[in-house]
């Protein structure tokens, strides 16, 4: 017997009947530390500790006659609320000791104090310890909850209503049959004190303090062990619904909200989807567990009815499958056999392939990312260089003593810088900047390459590449104090005021000549457009690699701060037919987010590359373009870098199983005129014997009648 389910079943609202106040309860918590028990048991040699509960623990022990294991309830002290729940146990398991299917009762120490009970050790442990390792199959929930109907008929016939009916409370023998055991809740059939039960087993008009015991109680709490056993929860009990009776400050206001839980919640429906599980038990189910106890079963004895009943129909299904669809059967066999053998060949080729084609996946994002990240730390540490120069920090602290009036010195240099940046991306084959730029150390802009009236000298210190925050705040509401960044950075995306292009920048602190504090942010942006221009063939109109191209290939970059695309395919050629067009912010949803996320803890290695695959991407553009960029797709993400992205490549799944596709449906076609075949071969078979018998019954005559006239006495 596993005691500790048994020695821990108090019920979770109030315990039992009687309520305790805030001394008993911590005298219980005090009772209930782990120590050897204080009372001595003639005969028997304490062992162990099997557990403990509120009122008392339960202890192995081995008789010292026999040998034979025990297990010996021992309850805090003698006397009060202990010596009521000793006396209403023992006497509802006196008066059911017939009962196989009932814990056996040995031994009462009425004497001894602290007080205790001797009962059979079941070794088997707990239905409530079974089912921790999952549901249980049909057959054998079935099998365990007749044994505890059984039960509750005994007790039921004898007049005991069990009122505390819970996994944890049915023991396992060693042949895994169920026995009933703790019986401190129970009530006789004729008293009228309530009996709290335990949450998401207890009946809805139990949870009441004024409540009169039903034997109702004990077939929902059946039902709902039933419905565990099948499903692998009792009914209702979602963390919602616990958060939701845990927010309660008092017990009738936890009761309340339970009864109001069962009544008013969803009908449970998980079993009728466990695969076994037929209409007739999923009724029964249903029936048990009515919050209306007017449309419950009456007792345990009308669940067990219905039970024998579902057999007995059950036990007639065979002989009429083989009496007269046996052919069919048959037929239909050799076609689920097929059917299985094609879904076996489908899904594993298209395992295969899929497979295959996030290999190549990911060998092209973790390819992409390096490239670049490369490009990007290249641009960095030249915008870096520039930011050190002492004759820049010269000319801006210069400028900036004249108060701005006289920029010619620094306008020289950065032009010259980035004239020497334009040519070395040309020379590379690369997109060059969309714009170089310089903001004080408040934000403002002293200088754009090209240059820009709407810009100039306006206040730019709300946006995140001048203060690294990973927000861009909205014009007029930057944050009082914000400060310029301290370190390169690779901001947020943003829409350019003098381009109306939507950008993303590359931005480098300039310290004073002490490195002492920023007095500048040098930036260059780059379109997100042409981000991935140039490692992806044919994203240029004019390229003629874009026929040759895999049409169902695309490669992508999201920013994992925000998880908005930076570059698509499908935003360049928005931009590409009217750059001035405004294309909408596009996020990933919420579990991809939620997929991609554990990647980017931040406790992870920056430089290493974390690379994740999908078999069922969702690309966010479907939803403005769903013909090209709907349904799902195979997709390997890999981190760029340290730069807050992520590279994607992704293919059409529907491009990609094309070859399954089409094997399946040669396959299926084939199946069909097999089965079809078949189907024809079986009938004419059929018919043949059936015409031999008949020609057979014609050929055979009849056997004359006998002669039943009178005989007449002559």
Excluded at 80 to 95: F, M, P, Q, T, Y
Excluded at 504 to 512: F, G
Aim: proline share 6%; net charge negative.
């Amino acid at each position: 017997m596993d005691a500790t389910d048994s020695a821990t079943n108090a019920p979770q609202l109030s315990g039992d009947t009687e309520r305790q106040d805030e001394a008993a309860l911590a005298k219980s918590v005090i009772l209930s530390q782990r120590r050897p028990p204080t009372v001595s048991v003639p005969g028997l040699t304490i062992l162990r500790c099997l557990g403990e509960g509120a009122y008392g623990s339960v202890w192995q022990a081995r008789e010292k006659n026999t040998g034979k294991l025990v297990a010996v309830k021992v309850y805090s002290h003698r006397g009060g609320l202990d010596w009521s729940l000793l006396s209403r146990e023992v006497e509802k398991l006196a008066i059911l000791y017939t009962s196989r299917n009932v814990v056996g009762l040995l031994e009462v120490g009425w004497g001894s104090d602290p007080p205790y009970y001797v009962m059979e050790y079941l070794e088997r442990g707990s239905l409530a310890a079974l089912l921790a390792d999952g549901p249980l199959s049909v057959r054998e929930a079935v099998r365990i909850t007749k044994g505890i109907l059984q039960a509750l008929v005994h007790a039921h016939g004898s007049g005991v209503l069990h009122c505390d009916l819970k996994p944890a409370n049915v023991l396992l023998d060693a042949d895994l049959e169920p026995r009933l055991c703790d019986f401190g809740q129970s009530r006789l059939s004729c008293e009228q004190s309530p009996a709290l039960g335990t949450l998401f087993y207890m009946a809805p008009e139990q949870a009441d303090l004024q409540a009169v015991p039903d034997a109702r109680w004990d077939v929902y709490a059946l039902g709902a062990v039933l419905y565990h056993q099948l499903c692998g929860a009792p009914p209702h009990r979602t963390p919602e619904a616990e958060r939701q009776i845990e927010s309660a400050t008092s017990l009738d206001e936890r009761l309340a909200e339970y009864r109001r839980l069962v009544r008013d919640g969803a009908k449970p429906t998980a079993h009728r989807r466990v695969r076994g599980v037929d209409r007739r038990l999923a009724e029964l189910v249903d029936r048990c567990l009515e919050p209306d106890p007017a449309k419950r079963f009456a007792n345990a004895q009308a669940v067990l009815d219905a039970l024998d009943q579902r057999e007995r129909s059950q036990s007639f299904r065979p002989l009429l499958a083989l009496g007269g669809l046996g052919p069919v059967l048959l037929l239909l066999a050799l076609g689920m056999f097929y059917l299985d053998s094609m879904r076996d060949a489908v899904n594993s080729a298209t395992r295969n392939v899929t497979t295959r084609a996030l290999e190549s996946d990911v060998l092209s994002v973790e390819i992409l990312a390096r490239s670049v990240a490369r490009e990007i730390d290249k641009r960095s540490a030249e915008l870096e260089k520039v930011a050190d120069d002492p004759n820049l920090v010269d000319a801006i602290q210069s400028a900036a003593a004249r108060n701005w009036s006289d920029r010619t010195e620094l306008r020289n240099l950065l032009a010259q810088a980035k004239a020497r940046a334009d040519q070395s991306q040309r020379q590379l084959g690369l997109n060059r900047d969309g714009s170089w730029y310089l903001t004080d150390h408040l934000g403002f802009q002293r200088w754009r390459e090209p240059q820009d009236e709407k810009t100039f000298d306006k206040n730019f210190s709300y946006r995140d590449y001048f203060h690294g925050l990973g927000e861009q705040f909205e014009e007029g509401t930057t944050p009082p104090n914000i400060q310029p960044i301290t370190k390169p950075h690779v901001s947020l995306s943003y829409k350019s005021q003098a381009t109306g292009l939507n950008m993303v920048s590359l931005t480098a602190p300039v310290w004073d000549d002490k490195h002492e504090r920023v007095i500048g942010v040098l930036g260059r942006s780059m379109e997100l457009a042409q981000l991935l221009s140039p490692y992806v063939p044919g994203r240029h109109r004019d390229a003629e690699a874009d026929e040759e191209a895999d049409s169902s290939r695309r490669i992508v970059l999201i920013d994992d701060r925000n998880w908005q695309l930076l570059d698509h395919p499908w935003i360049s050629d928005e931009h590409r037919d009217d750059p001035t067009k405004d294309v909408p912010s596009l996020r990933l949803s919420d579990e991809t987010i939620a997929r991609l996320r554990p990647a980017t803890a931040s406790g992870e290695p920056a430089a290493i590359s974390v690379v994740i695959q999908m078999r069922d991407y969702i690309d966010p553009v479907g939803q403005f373009s769903p013909d090209e960029y709907g349904g799902e797709w195979l997709a390997a993400f890999s981190r760029v870098g340290d730069t807050g992205w992520f590279a994607i490549v992704q293919e059409r799944k529907s491009a990609v199983l094309r070859p399954v596709d089409a094997m399946a449906a040669r396959l299926r076609r084939d199946g069909a005129w097999a089965l079809v075949l078949s189907g024809v071969l079986i009938g004419t078979l059929w018919l043949v014997v059936l015409r031999g018998l008949k020609e057979r019954s014609e050929r055979t005559p009849l056997p004359s009648a006998p002669d039943r006239s009178p005989e007449i006495d002559g």
